[in-house]
């Protein structure tokens, strides 16, 4: 346990890096250059895990299957030749409100060319009431001017993998335009999809939010059943057979204790829509 006065601290480990709030641990990022980076880690309140790994271990992660005929993602059952995600810069930043990382890195093909230049972002702060703030920015840019296509795909860019106490019937899934369940929620645009679950006999809950300046919000998801959830504007949309020029897409994960209703999560997201860019590289 780390000191309660800290609002928020970042510990930094060989191949990891902690954000903790309030003295509790929130998320665990890897960034080994051996095995895939992310998040192997996000928590509710005393360490429940409202996410779970995937093979990989990961649980929020940045990936893709089928970018430009080749397949970003730690799956071994890709039908598409292997590419993989090299970070070349990991920056971490500590500060009074706030803490977080920075990682540059190029997406490469099996005959090592690079084909994306790619700048992920995280801010790890304390929410409103029992709450816990993730934020994510993602900013991809075509490497040498070449046009890439995103072709079809089981999910889209960023996947995080849902525990498995808010799938079950006890457990509540909805989206922002107030449709309920996996099928409901799988293939529909949102402006943010929503889980409330009990774990470890406490209510927790998560809500992750796509953020107003987003191209094509609100976005499409996709929610299968085994728990990947992604915001998918790649996926579906005309735009994702051609990108020629940089995109960011911006995402504002909040994990909070207790029940919600969707007013307050709405609330939440106007909040976000009202905050300052994260520094764009």
């Known amino acids: 346990m780390l000191p309660e006065e800290n609002p928020v601290t970042l510990v930094a480990r060989p191949e990891r890096v902690e954000f903790w709030i309030y003295g509790g641990l929130f998320a665990v990022y890897r960034t080994s ?13 005393d360490r429940r895990p409202v996410l779970k790994p995937n093979t990989a271990g990961i649980v929020l992660g940045i990936a893709r299957e089928n970018v430009d005929g080749f397949d970003f993602t730690p799956s071994s059952n890709s039908a598409y030749p292997k590419g993989v ?16 990382l920075r990682q540059d890195s190029l997406w490469i093909t099996p005959t090592g060319e690079p084909i ?14 029992p709450s816990r ?60 999809c929503g889980f409330v679950g009990v774990i470890q006999k406490e209510t927790v809950g998560f809500a992750l939010m796509d953020h107003p300046q987003n191209p094509f919000f609100p976005t499409d998801w996709n929610l299968s059943a085994d728990g990947t959830l992604s915001p998918s504007p790649l996926l579906w949309s005309g735009f994702a057979q051609n990108l020629a020029k940089p995109i960011s897409l911006r ?25 300052h860019l994260l520094g764009v590289p």
């Open 33 to 45: 250059s051996v095995a895939p980076c992310g998040f192997t880690a996000i928590y509710a309140k």
């Open 133 to 192: 703030i993730l934020d994510i920015f993602l900013h991809l840019r075509p490497c040498a001017g070449r046009e890439i296509v995103f072709g079809n795909a089981p999910h889209d860019l960023l996947q995080l993998y849902i525990a498995e106490p808010f799938l079950r019937e006890t457990g509540l899934a909805r989206n922002s335009r107030g449709a309920f369940g996996i099928e409901q929620i799988h293939r529909r645009s949102a402006a943010w």
């Open 251 to 275: 995402y504002r994960l909040i994990v909070h204790d207790g029940y919600v209703d969707s007013g307050w999560t709405g609330a939440r997201l106007q909040d976000f829509a009202k905050e």
């Open 85 to 100: 995600i090299v970070p070349l810069s990991t920056m971490a930043r500590r500060g009074p409100c706030s803490v977080g």
């Open 116 to 129: 994306i230049a790619e700048t992920r972002i995280f801010r790890a702060l304390p929410g409103p009431g």
